[in-house]
């Protein structure tokens, strides 16, 4: 007998079962924090990071560079390495004979990309230069490792580089990411917040960080991207600077923002229910199922299925005709845990009205549909169900965000969701409420609201998110 899936009110053991039992990745590999994706969790992977790749491709290059990264280059930028020492993976040997300079498998990509930018870059005409890569990346990350939220081989590491001629054209492209970021995670249907991460929390070698975070059912925050504006800091360590128009040499001033599979994760965790996966129709690798209920011989309910799917097909619907033998509860549950959008069901009382009966997967609605009116009608349930997954997961969201003033609030809060409370703008006080709550501080809304610190009482009008983050 299959396993059944565990509620998803205990959300980190439906989160692993429903890995396994969707068949998105599998965590049996013999290496802690790796895993293989499965070729139904690769489909669904693809067809997110095609979404972002079509948003990408309007003005960034796709590029490739190497896995392997010179210690000399990787050593070269002070912060950044101190940032990702602990987190490095080192090739020390080729063969049996120790390498001259060992090389790093990249844990992101700024030592291997730069020293080409160096090449690349001549003159004020070559900027803005926007390249993105989508890789795998290797971090040997010390925290509790879990699948697609927390490995220590990123597979699927999206990121992005660019360079200007100037600190503010560096500042517009940080507000193009965050744009980019924002439409991306709407047509996952992912509720999302952004915010400046605080000083002592910035990508090392920033000059500011911004990240963007969702709510996962059990409270805590997923960081789910980050946007860097870089300054001059890896220009002046790699020394890549433009001549500009007056012909003077000047550094470039550049941005780097990422995601990772988090985004898959983040599709499962906030839609899913208790039955499995719900997959927004738009990365859905099935659209619509379709399961024919002979009854008797069946023939004409068989045939009658098989036209539909051929009509369904013909509209470039992604459609599978399940005409298996299984009884079909058994084929319901196998299309529910996998998260297909909607359900055509056609059994021989369908037939006689020339109908199909039509089953929403995320609010089991019914309907029967007659058969010259399917084809509209789906390409509208496919937008509808967008928009409901949409909504529900923003109330959700929003219901778990609170506006607080004292830290005791903030320590109820977070065990449910996202704390908003004033904030001076100090580190020191910053690190104290992070201490007195047993919370993270996600970083600053550029929203503002009139209050005191809940530290040192001074007045501020700075506001930050708190939150037990992943
Ligand atoms: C950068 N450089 O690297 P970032 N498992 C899964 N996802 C992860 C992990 C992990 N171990 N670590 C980070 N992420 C910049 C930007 C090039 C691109 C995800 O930034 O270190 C997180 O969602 O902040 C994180 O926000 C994102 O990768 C970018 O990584």
Redesign the pocket.
């Known amino acids: 007998m299959a396993k059944s899936l565990p509620k998803k009110a205990g959300f980190s053991e439906w989160y692993s079962e429903i890995l396994l039992m969707a068949g998105i990745v599998d965590v049996r590999y013999p290496i802690k924090g790796l895993c293989v994706w499965h070729p139904f969790g690769l489909v669904l992977r693809n067809r997110v990071y095609s979404i972002l790749r079509s948003l990408l491709d309007v003005d960034h290059q796709e590029a490739l560079f190497p896995l392997l990264i010179p210690e000399t280059e990787f050593m070269k930028e002070a912060e950044h390495i101190k940032g990702f020492e602990e987190e490095v993976y080192w090739v020390t040997k080729g063969g049996a004979t120790p390498l001259e300079v060992p090389l790093a498998l990249r844990p ?3 030592t291997a990309i730069y020293p080409m930018f160096k090449l690349w870059i001549r003159s004020h005409t070559d900027l803005p230069l926007r390249v993105y890569q989508i890789v795998n990346t290797f ?1 040997y ?1 010390t925290k509790h490792t879990r699948p697609l ?4 081989e ?1 597979t699927s ?1 999206k ?1 992005a580089h660019t360079a200007h001629t100037t600190w503010e054209d560096a500042e517009k492209q940080v507000h193009e990411a965050v744009r980019i970021y924002s439409e991306f995670y709407d047509r996952l249907a992912i509720p999302h917040i952004f915010t400046k991460r605080p000083g002592w929390d910035k ?1 090392p070698g920033a000059d500011y960080s911004i ?1 963007v975070d969702t709510l996962m059912p059990d409270g805590k925050t997923l ?4 946007i ?1 504006h870089l300054g001059t800091n890896f220009a002046k360590t790699f020394d890549i600077r433009y001549e500009d128009v007056n012909g003077e040499q000047q550094y470039v001033h550049q941005t ?7 985004c898959v994760a983040a599709v499962i965790a906030v839609h899913g229910d208790d039955r499995g996966l719900i997959l927004p129709p738009e990365v859905a690798p099935t659209q619509v199922v379709i399961v024919s209920i002979p009854f008797g011989e069946g023939k004409d309910v068989r045939e009658a299925s098989q036209r539909v799917h051929k009509m369904l097909s013909d509209e470039r619907f992604r459609v599978v005709l399940d005409d298996s033998d299984e009884r079909p509860g058994a084929k319901y549950y196998k299309w529910e845990t996998k998260g297909v959008p909607l359900r055509i069901e056609i059994g021989p009382r369908d037939l006689k009205s020339n109908s199909v009966t039509l089953v929403r997967r995320d609010t089991f609605e019914k309907t029967s549909i007659s058969v010259p009116d399917l084809v509209p009608t789906i390409h509208q349930k496919l937008k509808d169900i967008h928009t409901s997954l949409y909504e529900k997961a923003k109330k959700s969201f929003d219901e778990r965000m609170v506006d607080c003033t004292a830290l005791d609030e903030v320590k109820t809060t977070v065990k449910k969701g996202i704390a908003k409370i004033n904030w001076c703008g100090e580190e020191k006080c910053g690190l104290k409420m992070e201490e007195g709550t047993g919370a993270d501080v996600l970083g600053e809304l550029t929203q503002t609201k009139k209050g005191k610190c809940p530290v040192c009482g001074k007045k501020t009008d700075k506001v930050v998110l708190m939150a037990r983050a992943y």
């Open positions: 992101t990509s700024e971090r990350e939220i927390r490995v220590r990123i590491f990121e990508f990240a960081q789910i991207g980050t860097h780097c923002y990422g995601i990772s599979e988090r």
